[in-house]
């Protein structure tokens, strides 16, 4: 008998300016998997179209969505995935270019791990899991529950605090073991309770505009770059700003002098100019009265790609960004996007 189902996580874009590992915003492009049983194969079977189909690792104890998946399974009691399992990934996410891709897949394996081991988790436990793994809440929380969400990390007790800082390696080791080991403990079960979240107001004339520059950069190398510590001038701009923003973004009708300021950031964008040119010049040079319609520019997530909030003018908006690109020998790609819901699956 066959039985399939469809599991559907949005893109994101973290931090929007001031709000570094806090803040996410869910867009409009998707990664969809279409699981089904019923074919005959002991191990799943993965095939991958579109974005990163190319490059990612199609056996299923090395790729990143079904390690999650039998992280999930594992805590709850199954040893491994169920057999004569398929699962055909359609990704519209691009690699590496701070729309939230390994979240996306984070997410897509929590749920994953969750209908094939008929677990029915909720939301927050199941953030809990993708909070092992993934460990800054802002792009995994936006892509699970959708909209523009605000996020923080519990205080953990001492005992839960050591059980949230178990190495990656642990939490998702590269299975199966070498022949003749033993699978091994469970894997360590996630606290309960780390992430909260809140979901703020959000104006739906407000549009993202995606400006894709066609190199990719690591969140990790785009975080080696971060100082471990900031001045208090520089904290309090950025506090500032984002208690203005997280309101100022669901007033109608959107204030554009109030958002692109308040879209400003010290943590963050400065020290990852050296990484992408054309940054400094992207977020000075293209304002609400050079561009009316232009409510805010940041970078997306960890980077390279530029969010621009806007009402209209997107065409206009998006070709000035891609000149300053192009200024320093980079191509660009730009899409318009929606605000999404968050992540569904249905059979
Ligand atoms: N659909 C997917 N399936 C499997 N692995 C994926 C998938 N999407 C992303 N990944 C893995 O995540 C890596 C990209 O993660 P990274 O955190 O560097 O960037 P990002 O998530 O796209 O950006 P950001 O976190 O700034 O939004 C890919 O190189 C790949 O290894
Ligand atoms: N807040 C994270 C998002 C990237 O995943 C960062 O900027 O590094």
Redesign the pocket.
Known sequence: MTNSFIIRVPA?S?NIGPGFDVVGLSLSLY?TLTVTIGETSTLPVITYSGE?AD??PLDPYH???TRVALYVLRCNGHRTFPPDLSIH?D?Q?????????????VI?GVLLGDSLGKLNLSRERMLDYALMVERHPD?VTAALVGGFVGSYLRELDPQATEAAQVPLSEVLPEYPPDAGEDWGLSPPVPPLGIGHYVRFKWNSSIKAVAIIPRF?L???K?RAVLPESYSRKDLVFNMQRLAVLTTALGQTPPDPELIFEAMKDRVHQPYRKTLIPGLPAVTSLITPASHPGLLGICL????PTILALATHNFDSIAGKIQEIFQQEQIEVDWKILEVAGGSTVNS
């Open positions: 994101t973290a990664l990163g490059e990612v790729n990143l969505m990934c990704n996410i691009p690699f590496g270019r701070g729309l939230g891709s390994s979240g996306a897949a897509a792009n990719e690591s969140t990790a785009a997306s997530g960890a980077g």
